[in-house]
T-cell receptor, first 112, second 113 residues
Framework: EAGVVQSPRYKIIEKKQPVAFWCNPI?????LYWYRQNLGQGPELLIR????????DSQLPKDRFSAERLKGVDSTLKIQPAELGDSAVYLC??????????FGPGTRLTVL | QQQVKQSPQSLIVQKGGISIINCAYE??????FPWYQQFPGKGPALLIA?????SEKKEGRFTISFNKSAKQFSLHIMDSQPGDSATYFC????????????FGKGTHLIIQP
């Protein structure tokens, strides 16, 4: 069974530029999560989707971050414009019917 | 407000020894407590998880001990091996794990050969 797929794996951009991350969850997993992991810290939840509906986006900085999950499968997380403090690893996870969360490898973002 | 406190921040254990990592939580609504293992450049991988209806769960060399009254849980790694060297995160969630996870800050474990 394929795991959670994320792309790109690495992204380097200059501040004020836009950036987008893509996630393909494990087949059959209806719940999808985006987390941000700062260096030396645990992941922090940004948004949770149940199928195509964002059911918890309370921690998403909505002034510059947006996300979508069209058709309830793949998801995209966007930052526009990026700031220096956005440098982090962005992790996507999906959960099985018994709520076990499985993480992808992440996208490491560096904002210069 | 840090809802899940993890200790120690780093830990060095000799090969064959027992590694013990502790976590404490504040929110009594948490009802799902997983442990994740993360290697450099990789995403966190689920190791073992427990729900508050049991006090202990064992899978291979990994054991979770759970103390509901103290709001604490711990990970024990028996017969620790160099391949266990990684960062370990405890986490907690509500509604049986359906909600997003709240993670501790991590423990960097080194197993010396």
């Amino acid at each position: 069974e394929a795991g959670v797929v994320q792309s790109p794996r690495y992204k380097i951009i200059e501040k004020k530029q836009p950036v987008a991350f893509w996630c393909n969850p494990i087949s059959g997993h209806n719940t999808l999560y985006w987390y941000r992991q700062n260096l030396g810290q645990g992941p922090e939840l940004l948004i949770r989707y149940e199928n195509e509906e964002a059911v918890d986006d309370s921690q998403l900085p909505k002034d510059r971050f947006s996300a979508e999950r069209l058709k309830g499968v793949d998801s995209t997380l966007k930052i526009q414009p990026a700031e220096l403090g956005d440098s982090a690893v962005y992790l996507c996870a999906s959960s099985s019917p018994n709520n076990e969360q499985f993480f992808g490898p992440g996208t490491r973002l560096t904002v210069l | 407000q840090q809802q899940v406190k993890q200790s120690p921040q780093s830990l060095i254990v000799q090969k064959g020894g027992i590694s013990i990592i502790n976590c404490a939580y504040e929110n009594t609504a948490f009802d799902y407590f997983p442990w994740y293992q993360q290697f450099p450049g990789k995403g966190p991988a689920l190791l073992i998880a427990i729900r508050p209806d049991v006090s202990e769960k064992k899978e291979g060399r990994f054991t979770i001990s759970f103390n509901k009254s103290a709001k604490q849980f711990s990970l024990h790694i028996m017969d620790s091996q160099p391949g266990d060297s990684a960062t370990y995160f405890c986490a907690a969630s509500m509604t049986g794990g359906a909600d997003g996870l709240t993670f501790g800050k991590g423990t960097h474990l080194i197993i010396q050969p």
